[in-house]
């Protein structure tokens, strides 16, 4: 989706146990070196840092550690990426079955992410607050990077002979044709700004609310047009390594994504964040807050073919870029052979069809938890994620994964299915 139209599909994606296989094949077992810097300027203080390089799989052993990175803006005050920031990991990693091999961790991955958004956003909005943010989370473990994404901060890979890449999908009504088909059908209505005399200004916006975005964290004020149920990304990065750069909208409102890439190859993360922040601020100023993650995935042997030193843009090259930065807003098919390879990639908005079918294993508690909340259910309790649904070929409510009563019917009010509770008028 985005501005290019693009819709979710689902190319031919590598299996990851033949990966995970192939590694252990090529001896290619050693974990990369995470290194990461940041930087910030702050307009509005409604943008928030995640970053954890000490995560464990399986808690004491180092061997199993992976790491979490996030850009969380906030709007409408900043209760909503502060919670997120907070608690979104948790709510992620309580969604994950015990017991699994590594693999087949990171297969579950994408499932649980979509269940901790949800949960998250359940859990703010049970807060009575009004304030939302967007979330652009990243899990990198080994050489297999997960990102899940709501709203319009951004992920983009610059890998090593595989050029820069799109990793996340931008939830803006002005730009995503399909999330305005979607809002609209769930009964929300898509326009702009109407001021006195009866001219629109802006960019289109969901009403009620008048949110610019399709997709978010919290937000309770425009009822559940606006989801929270994120776009996910896997992909596996080649020996090489690579870099990510995640920002907030402040950085991508001002430059594109290869310029963010260009202009700090071959500088250290941390001098990069702060190269790829003063760019944006050269080029459009501090009109929002300005934020920005540089994350290098770094070879254990080190031998990283030498970058080319960033170049200096000159006024006229500046305004061409930022000038036609939509046009790089579209995600790349990561294909090439030895490089990067794709690994999953899904952005439905519908909660049945992104917790799959699968039933939960024994250690998760058994088949009697909620898939989102994790809350405990009685055997007769459970409702099927399944049930009664119109977006699949058949209706099949004895299987799993099964919901909370309070869990369906958030499932039903983002997916259309009965009023939201905030009424169009």
Known sequence: MGSSGHSYEHHDLVPLAALINRELRNGKTEKPAVRYGYAAQSRKGEDYFLMKTDCQRVAGNPSTSFSVFGIFDGHNGSGAAIFSRDNLL?????????????????????????????????????????????????????????????????????????????????????????????????????????????TEVGPLRCWPGGLCLSRSIGDMDVGEFIVPIPYVKQVKLSSTGGRLIIASDGVWDAVSSEMAAQSCRGLPAE??????????LRTRGLKDDTSCIVVDI????????????????????????????????????????????????????????????????????????????????????????????????SSKPWQGPFLCTDCRNKKDAIEGKRPSGVRVV
């Open 90 to 198: 948790n709510y992620v990693l309580n969604a994950m079955p015990r017991g699994l091999e590594r693999d087949e961790w990171l297969h579950a991955l994408p499932r649980a992410l979509v269940a901790g958004f949800v949960k998250a956003d359940k859990e703010f909005q049970a807060k009575g607050k009004t304030s939302g943010t967007t979330a652009t989370f990243v899990i990198i473990d080994g050489w297999t990077v997960t990102v899940a994404s709501v709203g319009d901060s951004r992920c983009i890979l610059d890998a090593q002979g595989a050029g820069v890449s799109i990793l996340t999908v931008d939830h803006r009504l002005e730009e995503n044709a399909e999330e305005r088909e979607r809002v609209t059908a769930s009964g929300g209505e898509v326009g702009r700004l109407s001021i006195f005399g009866g």
């Open 271 to 280: 001098l990069a964040a702060r190269l790829v922040v003063k760019e944006a």
């Open 298 to 393: 770094i070879p254990p042997d080190n031998k990283i073919p030498p970058s080319p030193p960033p170049k200096k843009y000159n006024k006229l090259k500046a305004l061409f870029f930022t000038k036609n930065w939509k046009s790089t807003n579209k995600p790349k098919k990561l294909s090439a052979v030895g490089t990067v390879e794709e690994l999953f990639e899904e952005g439905s908005a519908m909660l049945a069809e992104r917790l799959g079918n699968d039933e939960p294993t024994a250690e998760t508690g058994g088949i009697f938890v909620c898939a989102v909340c994790q809350a405990d259910l009685a055997p007769n309790e459970g409702i099927s994620v399944h049930a009664g649904s119109t977006f699949s070929v």
